[in-house]
Each structure stands twice: as structure tokens, then as C-alpha cells.
């Protein structure tokens, strides 16, 4: 069973509030029965059954976008929750993750681009073995950076906090090294 974060300021929205109730109730199941991309096949007949009401996509559509564009049609049958993504993983899609690598082929089958994900900040592409060769060319900088500083300070790059925190400690030692040689 999916999980989803569902937002409980729409209750105190007015977009919402505006909707009779079977189409509250739809917003619902649109929102926990979209895929983890954030698309929803339209399948009004089944929700109809469950619930015994009538309703009707394209007013769906009108009721869900009233003052901002919520919900994007595809096409007739698909619909994309243009907030989704963000809401569900945060403003950055990173290839390396496999969940993000995923919804990227998801919106590549349905030939959706990228300004449509409102929110989205930043595309990160796959490290390439560059990058790798780069951290390890790193490491002698690294140790004689630490030789000057007296306290751990990592960076942003976790993959590189080991490295940095093994040649702060070798610098701690040829420090300590340093100091008995001159005391003795």
C-alpha cells in the first residue's frame, strides 16, 4: 500500500471548501491513488461505484484548478498533480536516487517536461567518473588544509567526510608527533 503526505491546510482553503462534498472526496482518491509520479488514471466509474455519485471530469478539473493550476490534463485519461513531486520529495530531482531515476522515466513515457513540476528547483544529473578521480586528487589538498586548523570541519560532501576526517587525524598526529620531539 502507497503512503503519501497529504497537506491538512486544505481544509482551510477556499478552493476546497467551494467543491461539494463527492468532489472533496475525490480530490482524496486522486491525490492516494496517483502513482509515486504524481500520475492519475482517470477511471471516474470506478470511484462512482464505490461511492454511488455522479461526477464528471472535466468539472473535476474546473473544481481542482479554481485559482491555480493543481492538476495538468495529459490527456483525457491521464493526469499529472503538478505540486506532487515537490511535496512528496522535495524540490530536487536527483538521478542518482532510484525512486527520482524512476519518476524521470515516468515522465519521459508521458512526454512531460519538466516546467510542469512546480516547485522543482534543481535537476541533478548522474555523477559521472570524473567527479570520482576529482575526490581522489582532493585528499593531499585536504590533509595539508587540516594541518592549519585545530578543529574537524566537514564539508557538504558526505561521500568525502571520511577522507577528510582520516587526514584531520593524521594531521592531529604529526602535530602531536611534532610537540614530544620538540619536548624531549
Given at each position: 500500500m502507497a503512503k503519501r503526505f497529504i497537506s491538512t491546510e486544505v481544509w482551510s482553503e477556499d478552493?476546497?471548501?467551494?467543491?461539494?462534498?463527492?468532489?472533496?472526496?475525490?480530490?482524496?482518491?486522486?491525490?492516494?491513488?496517483?502513482?509515486?509520479?504524481?500520475?492519475?488514471k482517470v477511471n471516474l466509474r470506478s470511484f462512482c461505484g464505490l461511492n454511488e455519485v455522479s461526477l464528471s471530469s472535466k468539472k473535476a478539473i474546473e473544481y481542482f484548478n479554481s485559482g491555480k493550476e493543481r492538476v495538468i490534463e495529459i490527456n483525457p485519461s491521464i493526469w499529472l498533480i503538478s505540486d506532487f513531486f515537490v511535496f512528496q520529495y522535495g524540490p530536487v530531482l536527483n538521478l542518482?536516487?532510484?525512486?527520482?531515476?524512476?519518476?524521470?522515466?515516468?515522465?519521459?513515457?508521458?512526454?512531460?517536461?519538466?516546467?510542469?513540476?512546480?516547485?522543482?528547483?534543481?535537476?541533478?544529473?548522474?555523477?559521472?567518473?570524473?567527479?570520482?578521480?576529482?575526490?581522489?586528487?582532493?585528499?593531499l589538498t585536504k590533509k595539508q588544509k587540516f594541518e592549519e586548523n585545530e578543529e574537524f570541519k566537514p564539508s557538504g560532501n558526505f561521500k568525502a567526510q571520511g577522507e577528510e576526517l582520516y587526514a584531520w587525524r593524521l594531521s592531529r598526529g604529526n602535530k602531536a608527533n611534532r610537540s614530544r620531539k620538540e619536548d624531549s
Open positions: 478552493w476546497f471548501l467551494d467543491m461539494p462534498n463527492e468532489y472533496k472526496l475525490f480530490w482524496f482518491y486522486v491525490i492516494t491513488n496517483c502513482d509515486h509520479a504524481g500520475i492519475f542518482n536516487n532510484k525512486v527520482h531515476n524512476s519518476i524521470n522515466n515516468i515522465y519521459k513515457k508521458y512526454k512531460i517536461d519538466f516546467i510542469f513540476i512546480r516547485g522543482l528547483v534543481d535537476l541533478k544529473e548522474r555523477t559521472k567518473d570524473k567527479d570520482k578521480d576529482k575526490d581522489k586528487d582532493n585528499s
